[in-house]
Nanobody
Framework: QVQLDESGGGLVQAGGSLRLSCAASGHTSRIATMGWFRQAPGKEREFVAEIRWSGLNTLYADSVKGRFTISRDNARNAVYLQMNSLKPEDTAVYYC????????WGQGTQVTVSS
């Protein structure tokens, strides 16, 4: 089992920045991929970004490309999402994930962008 603990959400004005953090614990030696999904009110959950633990390859949704950056710290078993130039449509609950399924999900952290 892997436990994921997110932090860093909050309220920010459009154009602002936030940095989300996610710490993994448990059977972390099996983690190959970590990422972020989000779910806005009334919408389906959607992919945001992912990073491969070994190859540092990253992948982004088109809607966040160029504004969000995913990174990781292997020593801390942590993954981060730096979000810049935030827009009201980025408002959502953001979930940290790991595994290719993804197999594990965090509890989510709320990000609200005001116009």
């Amino acid at each position: 089992q892997v436990q994921l603990d997110e932090s860093g959400g909050g309220l920010v004005q459009a154009g602002g920045s936030l940095r989300l953090s996610c710490a993994a614990s448990g059977h972390t030696s099996r983690i190959a991929t970590m990422g972020w999904f989000r779910q806005a009110p009334g919408k389906e959950r959607e992919f945001v970004a992912e990073i491969r633990w070994s190859g540092l390859n990253t992948l982004y949704a088109d809607s966040v490309k160029g504004r969000f950056t995913i990174s990781r710290d292997n020593a801390r078993n942590a993954v981060y999402l730096q979000m810049n130039s935030l827009k009201p449509e980025d408002t959502a609950v953001y979930y940290c994930t790991c595994g290719s399924g993804p197999d594990y999900w965090g509890q989510g952290t709320q990000v609200t962008v005001s116009s």
